[in-house]
């Protein structure tokens, strides 16, 4: 199969034209980054966004690896003398790897077994007779007698039988097509059976304890917590078919003549060949199946969580203080500006058991005045709430001497700040810090950019996943690494105050890279220009290319290195802009668009003049349009406070405003500003039937909820969206 073949098979299955396809892989061969692709490479492509671009690496990736896995299964078999060109076919028609490696198997170098070991005292002629069935006169002890050896360890007639249908099993179990039926029975008739190991145990697991559903129905998010279980040894997991329809699947394909004297023993190497090779192998084929399928759905909601998580709003342009909560370490103060430069930081100790509550409302009562504080950002973690009401009594108190004082409190999650304060990062950035001084400021710059600050956490402690420790690491990493990759491009990124941590998430740009900007950045100053990054070692024509339109420099010398516009488009732009007598104005490059709509011009033409395609002039008018557009600024704005809201207030029927925290397979959790996020569930979302979360809300959304219930004991709160 060709590579031409490979981009037909895509395109058909993405419901893509073939010449998107092969161009796409192109592009990709060539060391294009996806983002790249999807903004700089429209006409190429044919407008593919990234994700179609992914799909396209994704299904390239595959059927190049099953090509390669093809290769090396027809030269083993052609080694061994028994590739037929019935089979070599087979081999080249399959487009599945798992019915490749069935199709391999009876081939496959094999550890010893109970067929090879009875292969070895003789006994294959015999089950060839069994396996054959044209014998229907006389005794199968007989004929077996011929092969009694007892130098090979064959000492009756009956141990003879056995070991042939040894051989038989296995070559039963070698069949592609019994597998191949055998697996597609198994998904679609098959229960997952849970048991406890200890009925009388407590767990997280009960709900499992006696547990039985169809495999084919089962949803992802209880997979996972069935394995979880498994893994913790407090379930036993098991696949359960009924065998009998099983084996007479098999035995209606293995068994060609009722009257053979050998139908007996061949049966009985059936029900041997399932119960002891096959069921055990398809099992765990089934088992591995399922939970790679709720692995990806358990990822593709985290990637889903997490995209929506960067993309927050940024609060700009405000003095922030950000505190760290904690009882006996005391609460950590650090006070940022509008830049994130961090100014100045104490502990204080409004809690038990010191209970210094009056010095503690000193020390931030200076810091609001000294600094001209407008946010107070509190972490969500241990005594997040008491400090919560220590800000909103000060606040109080400084508002009733002062009513014009612009001074309000966010709960910021702080999931994986203590993470960062530990990290080569925070120490590098912080290093006359102690690493308890650094989460503070790491919540206080997650509220002004939360984009620029997360991206220094590995995504899996940031806390919007579900069971994001037990998928698979590889692909979690895999999957994770694209969204900030394509996050981050899509808000494009400022190369005079960015982070090495972001850089390094531009297109084109490694770590090293990143590295080598800052510190260029830091000797020689600020870069004036786009064109300037070149002289950053390591960064050559093709890295220049693949970052260059994602990074900004606000007050360049060149207007157009603040926007989106790549620099192999500057003529064009300029020829544009010149057309239209506004090379020297921008401030009228926000009515370029206005303007060509006006005078009637045909994009394909104007396209055209100016020597682009049409979606890279389209692009061109948009960032003129907005050229210092940010994506983050559409989305909803954080819900500042200046009071608290204790769980004790809460009453059923109660109207609030809240922020989606995490989105999972069975509902929402929303912070609505007491000591845990409340849960709307999946059937409280809408009057109509909601099937999945993602549909209806996204983390970072701002919602209207109801409560319905309130559990004080357990501190749990239940919500509804049915608020009308």
Not at 524 to 542: D, H, M, T
Request: proline fraction near 4%; charged fraction near 30%; hydrophobic fraction near 35%.
């Amino acid at each position: 199969m060709t590579e031409r073949d490979f981009f037909q098979i895509i395109a058909e299955e993405l419901n893509l034209r073939p010449i998107q396809v092969t161009k796409t892989v192109e592009l990709l061969d060539d060391g294009n980054t996806v983002p790249f692709i999807a903004r700089y490479r429209k006409e190429v492509t044919g407008s593919l966004d990234e994700e179609q671009i992914r799909d396209v690496e994704d299904r390239i990736k595959y059927l190049r690896m099953l090509q390669e896995r093809k290769e090396t299964i027809l030269n083993s078999i052609e080694e061994q003398g028994k590739l037929t060109p019935e089979l070599a076919e087979k081999i080249k028609a399959t487009m599945k790897m798992q019915e490749l490696e069935d199709l391999y198997l009876p081939y496959k170098p094999k550890k010893r077994t109970r067929a090879t070991i009875a292969k070895e005292k003789g006994l294959e002629p015999l089950a060839d007779k069994m396996v054959d069935q044209s014998i229907t006169d006389g005794d199968p002890l007989e004929i077996a007698a011929q092969f009694i050896d007892p130098e090979k360890g064959v000492e009756t007639a009956e141990e003879a039988l056995a070991g042939a249908r040894d051989i038989v099993a296995e070559t039963v179990s070698d069949d592609a097509e019994v597998r191949k039926a055998i697996r597609e029975r198994t998904r679609r008739t098959a229960f997952v059976v849970s048991k406890a190991k200890d009925p009388e145990a407590k767990s997280d697991y009960e709900m499992y304890y006696d547990y039985s559903e169809p495999v084919n129905k089962i949803p992802p998010h209880r997979i996972l917590a069935i394995n979880r279980g498994e893994r913790e040894k407090i379930l036993k997991v098991s696949i359960e078919v009924e065998e009998e329809v099983m084996v007479e699947e098999i035995t209606t394909r293995h068994i060609k003549n009722k009257d053979g004297i050998f139908r007996t023993e061949i049966e009985t190497a059936i029900v041997d060949s399932y119960k002891r090779l096959i069921a055990p192998s398809i099992e765990r084929e089934v088992r591995s199946d399922m939970s790679d399928i709720a692995d990806d759905h358990a990822i593709n909601i985290f990637a889903t969580n997490l995209k929506n998580l960067l993309m927050q709003p940024p609060v700009k342009g405000k003095m922030i203080m950000g505190i760290d909560p904690a009882y006996r370490t005391g609460c950590k103060v650090a006070i940022i500006d509008d830049t994130g430069k961090y100014l100045q930081g104490n502990t204080i100790y409004p809690h038990a058991p010191q209970n210094r509550i009056f010095e503690a409302k000193s020390t931030l009562r200076e810091f609001i005045e000294k600094y001209d504080i407008e946010i107070v950002a509190i972490g969500n973690g241990t005594a997040s709430r008491e400090t919560e009401s220590l800000v909103a009594d000060l606040i109080g108190e400084i508002k009733s001497s002062a009513p014009d004082k612009d001074l309000v409190y966010i709960i910021v999650n702080e999931a994986g700040a203590s993470v960062y304060s530990a990290s080569k990062v925070a120490k590098s950035e912080f290093p006359e810090l102690d690493a308890s001084q650094r989460g503070n400021i790491s919540i206080a710059r997650r509220l002004m950019d939360p984009l620029a600050e997360l991206v220094k956490i590995d995504p899996k402690h940031i806390g919007v996943g579900l069971y994001q420790h037990d998928v698979n690491q590889k692909n979690l990493d895999s999957a994770l690494g694209n969204v900030v990759e394509s996050t981050v491009n899509s808000v494009g990124v400022d190369l005079n105050t960015a982070s090495a941590s972001l850089l390094k998430y531009v297109s084109g740009l490694t770590s090293r890279t990143a590295e080598n900007i800052v510190k260029y950045r830091d000797e020689q100053g600020k870069f004036q220009s786009r064109s300037a990054l070149k002289k950053v070692s390591g960064v050559g024509e093709i890295a220049f290319q693949q970052a260059a339109g994602f990074l900004r420099i606000p007050d360049g010398k060149n207007m157009l290195d603040n926007t989106g516009i790549h620099p192999e488009s500057y003529n064009a732009t300029k020829k544009l802009l010149s057309m239209f007598d506004m090379e020297k104005d921008s401030t009228a490059w926000r009515q370029l668009r206005k303007l060509v709509r006006q005078e009637r011009r045909d994009l394909a033409t104007l396209a055209a003049d100016i020597g682009v395609g049409e979606p890279t002039l389209n692009d061109i008018l948009s960032d003129l349009e907005k050229p210092d557009r940010d994506p983050r600024d559409a989305m909803p704005k954080p819900i500042f406070k200046s009071d608290v809201l204790k769980i004790e207030d809460l009453r059923e029927g109660m109207l609030l405003k809240g922020t989606v925290r995490n989105v999972v397979d069975f509902g929402a959790f929303v912070d609505i500003g007491v000591k845990r996020d409340g849960l709307v569930h999946v059937s409280e979302m809408s009057d109509k039937f909601v099937k999945n979360p993602m549909d209806i809300v996204a983390v970072g959304d701002v919602v209207s909820v109801r409560v319905i219930n309130v559990d004080l004991d357990r501190g749990r709160v239940q919500l509804s969206m049915k608020v009308q």
